[in-house]
């Protein structure tokens, strides 16, 4: 993680479609959400606002998760 943002990396984005990333605090409430494109392999995150914690980033496509990983963010402006 470079100060103030995470960078996510998927693997086989050219096998799904209508895909989006979403990020969750530690009490499930939806803090961010992005499009991602076909083919994409990875993405930078601004975290440098949120609150020191643990959140989760889920990988959906078409409604359904394709994969999830929990990150910890140790600086932020809240």
């Known amino acids: 993680m470079r100060e103030g943002k995470v960078t ?34 990875d993405i930078d995150v601004d975290v440098s606002a949120w609150g020191k914690g643990v959140y989760i980033a889920v990988i959906y496509s078409n409604g ?8 910890v963010v140790e600086g932020g402006g809240r």
């Open 64 to 71: 359904g998760v394709m994969g999830k990983v929990k990150f």
């Open 8 to 41: 996510l990396e998927f693997e086989n984005t050219k096998h799904h479609q209508f895909m989006e990333l979403r990020c969750y605090n530690n009490f499930g409430h939806e803090i961010h959400w992005q499009k991602i494109y076909k083919g994409q392999q």
